[in-house]
């Protein structure tokens, strides 16, 4: 930064009687709410928040001190605001992969495509669907993705060469059913994180996070199937 911007102290002040004053809001909030999910609370949480953070910054830049408060980062849901009694939901998931393994992967979908009638076979042929099938990840990939179920592929992952990344499921609320084919061009456009009733969220940071102790697990970690440890992942419901 140079010394043309840097801030002065009169502006660490300034964003300390901030803090002083969202500190106040709120308490006076809290102390006010209505029920657990009170949008009074939430906003003057938010507000909280980001007047600390930029408090802790200006004194880090005058300064060179930091506060001893950590600013949880803006990944909460906002308060509901769905129907009481929901009619219809939408189930709304995202799973991340890494290939880590190509040649499982194509190996696995070239025995689907021998498998399979509808597939012309491997006639050496340009243009042959069979021999793309086991030279081409892209290829590959739509093979398997269209021949199990998105839960199968999770399951068993690791038979098709890919590797978890982060995954998170939201559970929200609808009014009514929608209509066939309204969503389908672009699934997600619509998600509304106020009408989530409930989320999951599985991810890596999680066992960052957990820091388990290195003769045991930590208390909010499982085994999958498979073997493997998973940090706890964050859930939120109503």
């Not at 949880?72 to 992969?97: F, H, M, N, Q």
């Not at 025995?111 to 590959?140: F, I, M, N, W, Y």
């Amino acid at each position: 930064m140079s010394d043309a911007a840097q801030p002065s102290a009169a502006e660490v002040r300034a964003a300390a009687e901030a803090v002083k004053a969202a500190l106040d809001r709120h308490l006076d909030a809290v102390e006010r709410r209505s029920g657990e999910d009170d949008p009074a609370v939430y906003a003057a949480f938010n507000e909280l928040a980001a007047t600390a953070e930029a408090y802790d910054e200006l004194l880090y830049d005058v300064y060179d001190e930091v506060t001893p408060f950590e600013i949880p980062g803006d990944d909460t849901l906002p308060a509901y605001a769905g129907p009481e009694e929901p009619s219809a939901l939408s189930v709304l998931i995202r799973r991340d992969y890494a290939v880590v393994e190509p040649p499982r992967l194509l190996a696995q979908a070239q025995r689907v495509a021998d498998l399979d009638p509808d597939v012309e076979p491997d006639t050496g042929a340009p243009g042959s669907t069979a021999g793309v099938v086991g030279s081409s990840v892209h290829a590959a990939l739509g093979v398997l993705f269209g021949e199990y179920e998105p839960d199968e592929i999770a399951s068993r992952h690791k038979e098709f060469g890919l590797e978890e990344g982060d995954s998170t499921l939201w559970v929200a609320a609808a009014d009514s059913p929608a209509e066939p084919g309204d969503w389908l061009a672009a699934p997600f456009d619509q998600a509304d994180p106020q009408r989530v009733i409930c989320r999951f969220d599985v991810s890596a940071v999680f066992d960052e996070e957990a820091d388990p102790d290195e003769d045991g697990l930590d208390d909010d970690t499982f085994d999958d199937e498979d073997g493997a440890v998973r940090g706890g992942g964050s859930a939120s419901g109503r």
